[in-house]
């Protein structure tokens, strides 16, 4: 199936213009978010009410607890990983300088960490924000001679920044994923939240599809994966029961669902 171009190669080159985040954010974070509050300010009220009780003692001891763990999570990856930077790994670094500028944040310290899996993560470490990428993923993607699909990966890791999901506010807003299934529907809206910024950053639906496609077939067929058989095969099953229940209880959305909405976005911003 053909694919549409977003934005060329040449147009994302010259645009610095700062991404209008919420424009690019799936609706339906905006409803769980709602949802998630109303459902943890009983939670929120009762911290604030104990936090008041013990003069503060028990929100300073939490902070103290979290920023020792981060700071030893921190600690491992200064010394057991390599930091992108600009005398190291620089095509990644001006990737995420470039792409942290487009979306107004300052740019997260990036480490490659050997480990054989096709991901990465972003997390919030002592009061910054560190994008983690696995060696077998940028393996991958180098390996099969497309080395600008790990754009799309940097550039949905960066998402989660953008859009708030490292913030103060959204951990305490999160206190309400006590209702599981409230709190799974908020968690896979986000990652839908960060494939549409990472597709307007990257500007190419071809690349977004491929990218994603590592961790559907890896990086040998991810260049052959047949698109519209793949949406074919989700629209056979996803109506199932144990399909549906599985889906319902998963932290993100299914590959194929992913795959067949960056379809639908790139035909969408292609037009």
Same mark, same amino acid.
């Given at each position: 199936?053909?694919?549409?171009?977003?934005?060329?190669?040449?147009?994302?080159?010259?645009?610095?213009?700062?991404?209008?985040?919420?424009?690019?954010?799936?609706?339906?974070?905006?409803?769980?978010?709602?949802?998630?509050?109303?459902?943890?300010?009983? #939670? &929120?009220? !009762?911290?604030?009410?104990? $936090?008041?009780?013990?003069? +503060?003692?028990?929100?300073?001891?939490? *902070?103290? @607890? /979290?920023?020792?763990?981060?700071?030893?999570?921190?600690?491992?990856?200064?010394?057991?990983?390599?930091?992108?930077?600009?005398?190291?790994?620089?095509?990644?670094?001006?990737?995420?300088?470039?792409?942290?500028?487009?979306?107004?944040?300052?740019?997260?310290?990036?480490?490659?960490?050997?480990?054989?899996?096709?991901?990465?993560?972003?997390?919030?470490?002592?009061?910054?924000?560190?994008? #983690? &990428?696995? !060696?077998?993923?940028?393996? $991958?993607?180098?390996?099969? +001679?497309?080395?600008?699909?790990?754009? *799309?990966? @940097? /550039?949905?890791?960066?998402?989660?920044?953008?859009?708030?999901?490292?913030?103060?506010?959204?951990?305490?807003?999160?206190?309400?994923?006590?209702?599981?299934?409230?709190?799974?529907?908020?968690?896979?809206?986000?990652?839908?939240?960060?494939?549409?910024?990472?597709?307007?950053?990257?500007?190419?639906?071809?690349?977004?599809?491929?990218?994603?496609?590592?961790?559907?077939?890896?990086?040998?067929?991810?260049?052959?994966?047949?698109?519209?058989?793949?949406?074919?095969?989700?629209?056979?099953?996803?109506?199932? *029961?144990?399909?549906?229940?599985?889906?319902?209880?998963?932290?993100?959305?299914?590959?194929?669902?992913?795959?067949?909405?960056?379809?639908?976005?790139?035909?969408?911003?292609?037009?």
């Amino acid at each position: 199936m053909s694919q549409e171009i977003v934005e060329s190669p040449v147009s994302q080159s010259i645009d610095n213009s700062v991404l209008d985040v919420e424009r690019l954010r799936h609706p339906d974070e905006h409803v769980s978010g709602i949802w998630l509050w109303i459902l943890g300010s009983p #939670i &929120l009220l !009762s911290v604030a009410f104990y $936090s008041i009780a013990s003069v +503060g003692l028990l929100p300073g001891a939490l *902070f103290l @607890i /979290a920023r020792m763990t981060q700071l030893m999570a921190l600690a491992y990856f200064k010394t057991n990983s390599i930091r992108v930077g600009p005398q190291q790994f620089t095509e990644i670094h001006e990737t995420t300088t470039r792409m942290s500028a487009r979306l107004g944040i300052a740019k997260p310290d990036v480490y490659i960490v050997q480990q054989n899996m096709l991901n990465a993560f972003v997390s919030r470490l002592a009061g910054k924000s560190v994008i #983690i &990428l696995y !060696s077998g993923l940028i393996d $991958s993607m180098y390996r099969s +001679g497309t080395p600008r699909d790990l754009d *799309f990966v @940097i /550039a949905h890791e960066l998402g989660h920044i953008a859009a708030g999901h490292l913030s103060l506010k959204h951990r305490l807003m999160t206190l309400g994923s006590w209702f599981v299934y409230v709190g799974l529907w908020h968690r896979r809206s986000m990652e839908y939240t960060c494939d549409h910024i990472a597709l307007r950053l990257v500007g190419d639906a071809q690349v977004a599809q491929r990218a994603f496609s590592h961790l559907v077939v890896g990086g040998v067929l991810a260049g052959r994966l047949n698109q519209e058989q793949a949406q074919s095969q989700l629209r056979e099953h996803e109506g199932e *029961f144990f399909v549906r229940r599985r889906n319902l209880m998963s932290l993100y959305p299914s590959h194929l669902a992913r795959l067949e909405r960056l379809s639908d976005l790139g035909q969408t911003h292609g037009r």
